[in-house]
């Protein structure tokens, strides 16, 4: 699973680079301003600080984005393994550093360049048009200010100004994409002797000295990390809500509010669609681009599945086969918006040219236009209203109840009187998660800073706030080696095994190489040689043997010449041999068919490796301290 969120992860700099998502800035910076808590450093870049609650906020976007990614998969022990924090914490430098870069060298965004960026983002726009009043309910509904916003806007098209400059300077040629294309494709399969430490745990034998020696050099990774156990009392929004009271001028005031929004729904269509490029091309590469349209389009209105020829000939395929999900009418340039929303479920745009190319849609679904009026909107009106206001009561409540907290109530008697409980938690640590209180990151975080018997600020959660006492407190411990002697000796006995595999398959090694014969060699030691079967060189993983740790199929450098890999590769517990078995070239028919679509995907490459390669020099020169105990992963 982890290498899937690999595989989906982009950093800041990549999805700059493609777009400025003004929604996800909203959301970004959308409780940045609550409060004066978590102003201390974390990190420092060049003398600019970035605080705890910055980066909380910026951490809390990236965990949820996951969360939404792997639909409920992310376990503790996934979540340990991305270290998050350290990754976070990365990517807002890299963020400093650029804006830096843009500061020193006398950029700057005007008024009118800022305003039409904002203007022509869809979530600003009603009917194709920006609309002030959205502009200004959407930042009030996400509580960020319109002064906050525009300056974050700003900062986004500095660094794109400066990044652009980096960016266009990458070149590629057709010869250096073929060469690649010609290494990527070619089908290989491998024979392979694999070798299993477990099988060299019976040979092992582990000393006194062994055990004190380990538990010596690995005392940090014995270390039992920080644990507490809390009371707690919960203040659920609809405990509130059910005593709200909602007057009938308050419905009418929201509806007019949210009319545009949320009660006149546009028409909308579900989207597919091919782009074929073709800005600032000549006559004769437009020809070709609308040629190559033209034989998509033929493919579709054949019957061919719609996804497979986003694939082949789109230069903006996305990850999901060209799916633009839902579409409202007027989002799309003047051009298209017309045809396209003239379709019926199910057909087929024709060949429909804009500034950026040639685009082909396919319409997978249609909602009509709809108007709800105030009568039909009320129920639900009244239902948001009375959510608002428990969340309101709820936060009002626990502050209440902080204050005679502090000054000595029990907690357990102030719940009571409004209905609700106290509860206790056991000891936990970062990675523990509470049936009732999930994996809530923002409870624990507050839990870890209290001491003993203090009483923290609530806690904002999505359906309640939470008011934590700690009651105990248990630091990080090493424990005593009679406590973990078992787990150590464990731990030494694996070690001890793989050593034993590696010094196995080395001596396995230099007999495959004088040999060259795969299965002599594992007959000979006991062992059965395997084959992998066809795959690609430029796959991640191979055949029956999975992804390696430090290296690709592709860097695995055995050939009909070298028929003999000059080292062994581990994976985990596991030790490999690989050998060549046999070759099938790349079609290169099928790279002059999409060359051009290679090409432009190679020059992306490119440049995004010409940014980082910026940014990390910018890194270099600059000076920058990061409170490492605060990036330390549980």
């Not at 705890?52 to 639909?71: C, G």
């Not at 800005?279 to 998509?296: L, N, S, V, Y």
């Not at 396209?340 to 685009?359: C, D, I, R």
């Not at 409004?418 to 009732?436: H, S, V, Y």
């Amino acid at each position: 699973m982890l290498d899937i969120v690999r595989k989906k992860k982009r950093s800041w700099v990549v999805t700059f680079l493609l777009a400025i998502i003004v929604i996800v800035f909203v959301a970004f910076y959308g409780n940045r301003n609550a409060g004066d808590s978590g102003a201390e450093k974390v990190a420092s870049i060049n003398g600019e600080p970035i605080s705890q609650r910055d980066f909380a906020v910026q951490y809390q976007k990236v965990l949820d984005n996951y969360r939404n990614m792997l639909k409920g998969e992310l376990s503790p022990e996934m979540l340990k393994g991305l270290k998050l924090k350290s990754k976070v914490m990365e990517d807002m430098i890299d963020r400093r550093v650029v804006i830096q870069e843009t500061r020193r060298l006398g950029l700057t965004v005007s008024d009118d360049e800022l305003m039409s960026a904002i203007g022509r983002a869809p979530e600003f726009q009603i009917e194709g048009r920006f609309s002030k009043n959205r502009y200004l309910q959407l930042l009030n509904n996400n509580r960020v200010s319109a002064g906050q916003f525009e300056e974050d806007q700003r900062e986004q098209l500095l660094m794109r100004k400066l990044l652009d400059v980096v960016q266009d300077n990458a070149r590629v040629s057709e010869a250096e994409v073929r060469d690649r294309y010609a290494f990527d494709q070619e089908k290989v399969s491998f024979a392979f002797i694999r070798l299993g430490a477990g099988d060299f745990l019976s040979q092992t034998a582990v000393t006194d000295a062994d055990v004190k020696s380990y538990y010596d050099r690995n005392k940090a990774a014995l270390t039992e990390p920080l644990k507490v156990r809390v009371e707690y009392v919960a203040y659920p929004f609809d405990h509130f809500a059910a005593k709200a009271e909602v007057g009938a001028k308050e419905i009418e005031d929201y509806y007019n509010r949210n009319r545009e929004a949320r009660f006149e729904q546009k028409k909308a269509l579900k989207l597919r669609h091919i782009l074929v490029r073709s800005p600032g091309a000549d006559a004769a590469q437009k020809t070709a681009a609308r040629a190559k349209a033209e034989a998509a389009l033929a493919e579709a209105r054949a019957g061919k599945n719609f996804a497979e020829i986003v694939k082949q000939y789109s230069d903006d395929p996305g990850p999901q086969g060209g799916d633009l999900g839902w579409v409202n009418s007027g989002q799309l340039m003047p051009s298209l918006d017309g045809p396209v929303f003239a379709l019926k479920k199910g057909e087929v745009s024709g060949v429909l040219e804009s500034p950026l190319g040639y685009h082909i849609f396919k319409v997978e679904d249609v909602k009509e236009e709809k108007k709800t009026d105030l009568k039909e909107a009320t129920p639900e009106i009244i239902k948001t209203l009375r959510t608002e206001k428990g969340k309101t009561e709820a936060v009002r409540a626990a502050d209440q109840d902080r204050e005679k907290a502090t000054s000595g109530s029990e907690l357990s008697l102030l719940a009571k009187e409004r209905g609700l409980a106290a509860k206790q938690t056991p000891l936990f640590g970062a990675a523990d998660t509470f049936p009732e209180i999930g994996a809530l990151d923002a409870f624990k975080r507050a839990a870890f800073a209290l001491a003993v018997k203090e009483v923290g600020a609530p806690v904002e959660a999505p359906n309640a706030y939470y008011l934590l006492r700690v009651v105990e407190r248990r630091e990080p411990t090493l424990p005593p080696l009679t406590a973990i002697r078992a787990d150590v000796e464990r731990k030494v006995k694996e070690a001890k095994a793989l050593d034993l595999a590696k010094q196995k398959a080395k001596t396995m090694l230099e007999q495959l190489k004088k040999e060259k014969n795969v299965d002599a060699v594992a007959k000979a030691n006991g062992l059965q040689a395997g084959e992998t079967g066809w795959f690609l060189r430029g796959d991640a993983e191979i055949p029956k043997v999975g992804e390696l740790a430090d290296v690709k199929p592709g860097g695995i450098p055995i050939s009909a010449a070298n028929p003999v890999a000059d080292i062994f590769y581990v994976q985990g517990n596991n030790i490999y041999l690989f050998a060549f078995k046999g070759s099938q070239g790349a079609d290169m028919a099928r790279f002059d068919g999409g060359k051009e679509r290679l090409i432009q995907q190679a020059l992306q490459e490119k440049r995004q490796a010409a940014v980082k390669k910026f940014v990390d020099s910018l890194k270099a020169r600059s000076r920058i301290e990061v409170e490492q105990s605060f990036l330390e992963e549980s």
